[in-house]
């Protein structure tokens, strides 16, 4: 027996009977439910809903005559919804600077089977880290910005997505603030790690703006991108204890782990379709650390 396993995800008005009509539509086509998880939000008012089901039948025939069987559904609830089966990776591209330990976080994970990603390459405005891109087999785009010429840089990023098929571009320490430009051309597709508990010590360096305060947590904050810095939607963060006798060079490294962590979840959740955007907030559906 054939059988595909889907992840449906979706966003609609919050009222009586969506999950009644999701669970019957299903069990009229013979799918069985392994995981489901929602949320109604009362201040903006929308349902959110993720379930994992299985069903009889592969490729295309089936997911269309998924589509056309919970078309009724979809209309009357006023439904976005998105389904796609649970093995078909997500196409992701990698971007970073000069710091290299998210990145190679990323790799290790992806290279050991560990995360649900398909990486098509790593861009960077520096070509430090070739060397380590290469080894993996992966393509390294060096894109420098040159004469201060940051639209034509951008512009040729968004290319290679185009050209890779990338679904998602993950800032991996990419240490460069994208235009409104192109956070606009990539909303909902662009994920950031902050070395910072947001919304503290925002901007540049943080961990010495948390020396300076002589906080006794720092943390780090995964976020997608938005023309507001380091103000969208938050997805993930975690924090580590630090005290008095650290100098802001071991906040540095202490905060390097973190990072390391808070970002591959993030990286992780999105790629299993268990985050989804409620305005300037995210509903987050974790399956567990």
């Keep these: 027996m054939n059988v595909t396993q889907y992840v449906l995800t979706g966003r609609c008005p919050d009222k009586v009977g969506v999950i009644a009509g999701l669970t019957t539509a299903l069990a009229r086509l013979g799918a069985w439910i392994s995981e489901s998880s929602n949320h109604g939000d009362a201040e903006t008012g929308l349902f959110f809903v993720r379930t994992v089901f299985h069903i009889e039948g592969t490729g295309e025939q089936t997911q269309a005559r998924l589509n056309e069987a919970l078309a009724p559904f979809v209309e009357a609830f006023a439904m976005e919804l998105d389904l796609r089966p649970t093995a078909q990776k997500t196409k992701v591209l990698l971007a970073v600077s000069r710091f290299g330990h998210c990145l190679s976080h990323l790799l290790h994970k992806w290279h050991s089977n560990e995360l649900p990603i398909d990486v098509v390459g790593v861009v960077s405005n520096h070509a430090d880290l070739r060397r380590a891109v290469e080894w993996y087999g ?3 785009h060096h894109l420098p910005i040159v004469d201060g010429d940051k639209r034509s840089q951008e512009q040729a990023i968004l290319r290679l997505i185009d050209d890779s098929g990338a679904e998602l571009l993950v800032l991996a320490r990419y240490m460069q603030v994208l235009s409104d430009e192109m ?3 990539l909303q909902g597709r662009c994920i950031n790690i902050h070395h910072s508990f947001l919304p503290s ?3 540049a360096r943080p961990y010495h703006q948390a020396h300076q305060r002589g906080v006794k947590v720092i943390g780090a904050t995964s976020h997608y991108v938005t023309p507001d810095l380091d103000e969208g939607p938050i997805i993930e963060q975690d924090t580590v204890r630090v005290s008095h006798g650290l100098e802001a060079e071991d906040y540095v490294r202490l905060g390097k782990d973190v990072e390391n962590i808070v970002l591959a979840r993030a990286v992780q959740w999105h790629a299993e379709r268990r985050i ?3 305005g300037q907030r995210t ?5 567990g650390y």
């Design 276 to 278: 989804m955007l409620n």
């Design 183 to 185: 956070c606009r051309a």
């Design 283 to 287: 509903v987050v559906f974790p399956r």
């Design 138 to 140: 992966l393509p390294f």
């Design 201 to 203: 010590f925002k901007g």
